[in-house]
Protein backbone atom coordinates (compact mmCIF):
# COMPACT_ATOMS: atom_id res chain seq x y z
CA UNK A 1 0.00 0.00 0.00
CA UNK A 2 1.35 3.64 -0.93
CA UNK A 3 1.92 5.93 1.95
CA UNK A 4 0.17 8.86 0.26
CA UNK A 5 -2.78 7.71 -2.19
CA UNK A 6 -4.86 10.38 -3.97
CA UNK A 7 -8.14 10.36 -5.88
CA UNK A 8 -9.22 10.37 -8.47
CA UNK A 9 -6.65 9.31 -10.62
CA UNK A 10 -7.43 11.83 -13.80
CA UNK A 11 -10.66 13.93 -13.37
CA UNK A 12 -12.22 15.93 -16.27
CA UNK A 13 -14.57 18.64 -15.60
CA UNK A 14 -16.34 21.37 -17.67
CA UNK A 15 -15.15 25.05 -16.69
CA UNK A 16 -16.79 26.85 -13.81
CA UNK A 17 -17.76 23.42 -12.32
CA UNK A 18 -16.62 22.84 -8.46
CA UNK A 19 -13.30 20.48 -8.09
CA UNK A 20 -12.48 18.39 -4.71
CA UNK A 21 -8.80 16.35 -4.78
CA UNK A 22 -8.64 13.62 -2.08
CA UNK A 23 -5.36 12.64 -0.11
CA UNK A 24 -5.02 10.03 2.17
CA UNK A 25 -1.79 9.21 3.78
CA UNK A 26 -0.51 6.37 5.98
CA UNK A 27 2.29 8.15 7.90
CA UNK A 28 3.26 10.65 10.47
CA UNK A 29 3.66 13.85 9.02
CA UNK A 30 4.77 17.05 10.05
CA UNK A 31 3.49 18.96 7.01
CA UNK A 32 1.35 18.16 3.90
CA UNK A 33 1.71 20.17 0.05
CA UNK A 34 -0.02 20.28 -2.46
CA UNK A 35 1.73 21.05 -5.82
CA UNK A 36 1.31 22.05 -8.96
CA UNK A 37 2.69 20.65 -12.40
CA UNK A 38 2.05 21.65 -15.82
CA UNK A 39 3.09 19.16 -18.54
CA UNK A 40 6.75 20.03 -19.05
CA UNK A 41 7.03 22.37 -16.59
CA UNK A 42 8.24 21.88 -13.00
CA UNK A 43 6.67 21.99 -9.76
CA UNK A 44 4.67 24.74 -7.82
CA UNK A 45 4.28 24.47 -4.38
CA UNK A 46 0.24 25.78 -3.92
CA UNK A 47 -0.11 25.33 -0.18
CA UNK A 48 1.59 23.54 2.60
CA UNK A 49 -0.16 23.11 5.94
CA UNK A 50 -0.49 21.04 9.14
CA UNK A 51 -3.94 22.03 10.30
CA UNK A 52 -7.26 22.99 9.28
CA UNK A 53 -7.45 25.42 6.11
CA UNK A 54 -6.02 27.60 3.70
CA UNK A 55 -7.16 29.73 0.96
CA UNK A 56 -5.80 31.39 -2.19
CA UNK A 57 -7.47 32.70 -4.86
CA UNK A 58 -9.88 29.97 -5.91
CA UNK A 59 -8.34 27.41 -4.15
CA UNK A 60 -8.83 25.85 -0.79
CA UNK A 61 -6.93 23.25 1.18
CA UNK A 62 -8.38 21.25 4.05
CA UNK A 63 -6.48 18.98 6.02
CA UNK A 64 -7.89 16.18 8.90
CA UNK A 65 -5.11 15.08 10.69
CA UNK A 66 -7.06 12.82 13.13
CA UNK A 67 -8.42 10.88 9.73
CA UNK A 68 -5.33 11.59 7.96
CA UNK A 69 -7.07 13.51 4.87
CA UNK A 70 -6.79 16.39 2.70
CA UNK A 71 -8.42 17.53 0.20
CA UNK A 72 -7.75 20.15 -2.64
CA UNK A 73 -10.62 22.35 -3.90
CA UNK A 74 -10.97 24.43 -7.16
CA UNK A 75 -13.87 27.38 -7.36
CA UNK A 76 -14.86 28.18 -10.47
CA UNK A 77 -12.86 25.95 -12.54
CA UNK A 78 -10.41 27.36 -15.60
CA UNK A 79 -9.01 26.01 -18.42
CA UNK A 80 -5.87 27.27 -16.74
CA UNK A 81 -6.46 24.96 -13.97
CA UNK A 82 -5.84 21.88 -16.26
CA UNK A 83 -2.79 20.14 -14.30
CA UNK A 84 -1.61 17.30 -12.57
CA UNK A 85 -1.84 18.30 -8.55
CA UNK A 86 0.17 16.40 -6.31
CA UNK A 87 0.08 15.39 -2.74
CA UNK A 88 2.89 15.12 -0.76
CA UNK A 89 3.45 14.76 3.18
CA UNK A 90 6.48 15.37 5.24
CA UNK A 91 7.77 12.53 6.79
CA UNK A 92 8.58 12.65 10.62
CA UNK A 93 10.91 9.53 10.10
CA UNK A 94 13.85 11.67 9.05
CA UNK A 95 15.14 14.62 10.61
CA UNK A 96 15.20 16.47 7.46
CA UNK A 97 11.25 16.32 6.88
CA UNK A 98 11.68 13.95 3.69
CA UNK A 99 8.57 14.19 1.01
CA UNK A 100 6.90 11.19 0.42
CA UNK A 101 4.95 12.26 -2.88
CA UNK A 102 1.82 10.95 -3.90
CA UNK A 103 0.97 9.56 -7.93
CA UNK A 104 -1.01 12.95 -8.63
CA UNK A 105 -4.75 13.35 -10.45
CA UNK A 106 -4.42 14.72 -13.69
CA UNK A 107 -6.85 17.34 -13.80
CA UNK A 108 -8.49 18.76 -17.45
CA UNK A 109 -10.86 21.44 -17.27
CA UNK A 110 -12.66 21.76 -20.48
CA UNK A 111 -14.00 25.21 -21.86
CA UNK B 1 14.83 36.77 -7.39
CA UNK B 2 15.44 33.40 -9.46
CA UNK B 3 14.59 30.55 -8.73
CA UNK B 4 16.02 26.87 -9.00
CA UNK B 5 17.63 26.27 -12.41
CA UNK B 6 18.37 22.71 -13.86
CA UNK B 7 20.02 21.95 -17.05
CA UNK B 8 19.79 20.52 -19.00
CA UNK B 9 16.10 20.88 -19.58
CA UNK B 10 16.37 18.12 -21.94
CA UNK B 11 18.36 15.37 -22.67
CA UNK B 12 18.71 12.40 -25.23
CA UNK B 13 21.46 9.70 -24.41
CA UNK B 14 22.36 6.53 -25.79
CA UNK B 15 22.19 3.77 -23.74
CA UNK B 16 25.78 2.86 -21.66
CA UNK B 17 26.71 6.99 -21.92
CA UNK B 18 27.19 9.02 -19.37
CA UNK B 19 25.36 12.17 -18.24
CA UNK B 20 25.58 14.52 -16.08
CA UNK B 21 22.28 16.63 -14.38
CA UNK B 22 22.90 20.40 -13.01
CA UNK B 23 21.20 21.47 -10.28
CA UNK B 24 21.21 25.36 -9.27
CA UNK B 25 19.34 25.74 -5.69
CA UNK B 26 18.23 29.15 -4.64
CA UNK B 27 21.07 31.26 -3.46
CA UNK B 28 21.71 30.35 0.21
CA UNK B 29 19.25 27.23 0.41
CA UNK B 30 20.87 24.76 2.53
CA UNK B 31 18.95 21.40 2.03
CA UNK B 32 19.16 20.39 -1.53
CA UNK B 33 17.09 17.71 -2.58
CA UNK B 34 16.91 15.25 -6.28
CA UNK B 35 13.72 13.62 -6.96
CA UNK B 36 12.86 10.96 -9.99
CA UNK B 37 9.57 11.08 -11.74
CA UNK B 38 8.91 8.35 -14.09
CA UNK B 39 6.17 8.74 -16.65
CA UNK B 40 2.44 9.30 -14.99
CA UNK B 41 3.90 9.13 -11.44
CA UNK B 42 4.70 11.25 -8.88
CA UNK B 43 8.27 12.26 -7.56
CA UNK B 44 10.22 9.76 -5.85
CA UNK B 45 12.89 10.55 -3.75
CA UNK B 46 16.80 10.03 -4.57
CA UNK B 47 19.10 12.02 -2.22
CA UNK B 48 20.00 15.03 0.11
CA UNK B 49 22.19 17.51 0.44
CA UNK B 50 22.45 19.86 3.77
CA UNK B 51 25.17 21.90 2.99
CA UNK B 52 27.62 19.87 0.77
CA UNK B 53 26.99 16.65 3.29
CA UNK B 54 24.75 14.29 1.01
CA UNK B 55 22.80 13.12 5.02
CA UNK B 56 20.53 10.69 2.88
CA UNK B 57 21.30 8.61 -0.55
CA UNK B 58 18.86 5.75 -0.10
CA UNK B 59 17.12 6.78 -2.91
CA UNK B 60 19.42 6.35 -5.57
CA UNK B 61 18.73 2.80 -7.53
CA UNK B 62 22.23 1.83 -8.64
CA UNK B 63 25.93 2.39 -7.72
CA UNK B 64 25.58 3.89 -11.18
CA UNK B 65 23.97 7.01 -9.87
CA UNK B 66 26.32 9.47 -7.93
CA UNK B 67 24.94 13.01 -6.59
CA UNK B 68 27.80 15.55 -5.20
CA UNK B 69 27.08 18.96 -3.89
CA UNK B 70 31.16 20.19 -3.53
CA UNK B 71 30.68 23.61 -2.41
CA UNK B 72 27.65 22.79 -0.51
CA UNK B 73 25.61 25.27 -3.50
CA UNK B 74 25.09 23.69 -6.80
CA UNK B 75 24.71 19.81 -6.92
CA UNK B 76 25.75 17.64 -10.37
CA UNK B 77 23.46 14.00 -10.42
CA UNK B 78 25.48 11.71 -12.75
CA UNK B 79 23.95 8.42 -14.06
CA UNK B 80 26.32 6.21 -15.68
CA UNK B 81 26.32 3.29 -18.05
CA UNK B 82 22.34 4.84 -19.10
CA UNK B 83 19.89 2.46 -18.97
CA UNK B 84 16.65 2.51 -20.67
CA UNK B 85 14.94 2.12 -17.41
CA UNK B 86 16.73 5.61 -16.22
CA UNK B 87 14.45 7.24 -18.86
CA UNK B 88 12.53 10.12 -16.23
CA UNK B 89 12.69 13.66 -15.43
CA UNK B 90 15.04 14.60 -12.50
CA UNK B 91 13.77 17.36 -10.32
CA UNK B 92 15.99 19.49 -8.34
CA UNK B 93 14.43 21.35 -4.84
CA UNK B 94 15.88 22.84 -2.38
CA UNK B 95 14.73 24.39 1.39
CA UNK B 96 16.06 27.85 2.73
CA UNK B 97 16.55 26.77 6.02
CA UNK B 98 17.70 24.09 8.53
CA UNK B 99 15.58 20.99 8.78
CA UNK B 100 12.69 19.91 11.54
CA UNK B 101 11.17 23.73 10.71
CA UNK B 102 8.52 23.49 8.74
CA UNK B 103 9.28 25.41 5.12
CA UNK B 104 8.65 24.56 1.57
CA UNK B 105 10.47 23.57 -0.98
CA UNK B 106 10.77 25.17 -4.15
CA UNK B 107 11.02 23.02 -7.18
CA UNK B 108 13.09 23.58 -10.16
CA UNK B 109 11.96 22.71 -13.77
CA UNK B 110 13.45 18.86 -14.00
CA UNK B 111 15.44 17.63 -16.67
CA UNK B 112 13.78 15.34 -18.81
CA UNK B 113 16.14 12.42 -19.56
CA UNK B 114 15.51 9.57 -22.87
CA UNK B 115 17.55 6.64 -22.71
CA UNK B 116 17.42 5.50 -25.92
Known amino acids: KNEVEQSPQNLTAQEGEFITINCSYS?????LHWLQQHPGGGIVSLFM???GKKKHGRLIATINIQEKHSSLHITASHPRDSAVYICAVSSVKTSYDKVIFGPGTSLSVIP | GAGVSQSPRYKVAKRGQDVALRCDPI?????LFWYQQALGQGPEFLTYFQNEAQLDKSGLPSDRFFAERPEGSVSTLKIQRTQQEDSAVYLC??????????????FGPGTRLLVL
Open chain 2, 27 to 31: SGHVS
Open chain 1, 27 to 31: VGISA
Open chain 2, 93 to 106: ASRPIQPGTQETQY
Open chain 1, 49 to 51: LSS
